[in-house]
């Protein structure tokens, strides 16, 4: 389980972070869960997959019988990719069928739709899709925050959200369901995430309006809101001051681990669990009372 603070971590050269040069390195599995087949012959895409939130999410998918397509940034995140590729095939139950990890910037309309026919062409259909990926900067002014920053930011961020579920709503059946990975950010505002919490704001309203919207075509739209959780995203963009209280700002004091954000995941994902559940957000956060 994760603690409170962390020690300084290994240089980066930019983002996405990798994960395998981290310390402690992020846990994404717990040994004490146990599937029980709620994914059974579904077909997933989980963007930035290869680490962190996005990786646990593709185990415990993967565990719960789905097939996994995940996407990474090539160059960047090749190791993260291969060991997460590695782990997803010693999961997959029988009868799913083989993962595949697909190399894209999504910050670009025509890589979003390329994914999305990537993953029609390997597996013929799409039942799930977690827009998950982003970046991060920590800034203290926003006179830092100008207008290519800020237009960069959300475009992986928010863009490529809109620009999947577009794509991915034409090949989506009743019965399909989009999870977004918004923050605790959103809610409780963060002086040092300025671009960053206003692109996890964009990212709750943007789920709330497309729930209503596919409400008649019987496709749920819901949110995850982490709060602090131990992932290449933090050791990458805070500096060691922060990371040495990373943890300290909810209830429990600590940091969560992957592991402990992933099964919020399984249960929007699954029509057993959350067939009445759209244009909601589902808080694994530590213990921080948000309002919505
Ligand atoms: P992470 O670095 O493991 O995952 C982010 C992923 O985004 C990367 O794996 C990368 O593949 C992808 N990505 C970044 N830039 C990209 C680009 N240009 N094109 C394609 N993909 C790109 O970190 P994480 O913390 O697991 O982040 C996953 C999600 O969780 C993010 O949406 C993040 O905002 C959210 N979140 C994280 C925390 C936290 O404390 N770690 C808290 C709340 C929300």
């Not at 395998?20 to 709620?38: E, F, G, T, V």
């Not at 997959?49 to 996005?54: K, L, P």
């Not at 928010?158 to 019965?175: D, N, Q």
């Not at 206003?198 to 309006?209: E, Y």
Request: charged letters at 20%; glycine letters at 8%; one cysteine or more.
């Amino acid at each position: 389980m994760a603690t409170t603070g962390f020690p300084p971590q290994p240089e980066q050269d930019g983002q996405p972070g990798k994960e395998y040069i981290m310390h402690p390195l992020p846990q994404s599995l717990n040994p004490d869960y146990k599937p029980s087949n709620k994914l059974l012959g579904k077909i997933a895409l989980v963007t930035g997959g290869d680490s962190g939130i996005g990786r646990a999410v593709s185990y415990y998918f993967t565990l719960e019988g789905a097939t996994v397509a995940f996407t990474y940034v090539k160059g960047q995140e090749d190791e993260d990719k291969d060991q997460t590729l590695k782990m997803i095939c010693k999961l997959k139950v029988e009868g799913a069928k083989d993962p595949i990890a697909i190399p894209t910037d999504l910050s670009y309309e025509e890589n979003c739709k390329r994914v999305v026919d990537e993953v029609i062409d390997v597996y013929g259909q799409i039942d799930i899709l977690v827009n998950n990926a982003a970046q991060q900067y920590y800034t203290t002014n926003i006179e830092d925050v100008d207008e290519n920053r800020l237009e960069r930011l959300f475009r992986i961020n928010v863009f490529s959200y809109f620009f999947l579920s577009r794509y991915a709503l034409k090949y989506m059946k009743r019965g399909s369901c989009i999870i977004n990975t918004a923050s605790l950010v959103a809610y409780a505002g963060n002086s040092v995430l300025l671009d960053y919490s206003s692109t996890k704001g964009a990212i709750v309203a943007f789920t709330r309006s497309l729930s209503l919207q596919l409400i008649e075509k019987g496709i749920r739209v819901n949110a995850v809101a982490p709060g602090p959780v131990w992932t290449p995203l933090e050791a990458v963009s805070l500096p060691p001051h922060e990371l040495a209280i990373f943890g300290s700002q909810v209830p429990m004091n600590r940091a969560a681990e992957p592991y402990e954000i992933a099964p919020a995941f399984v249960f929007l994902a699954c029509n057993v669990c959350a067939s009445y559940i759209t244009g909601q957000v589902v808080h694994p956060n530590g213990g921080t009372i948000v309002n919505a």
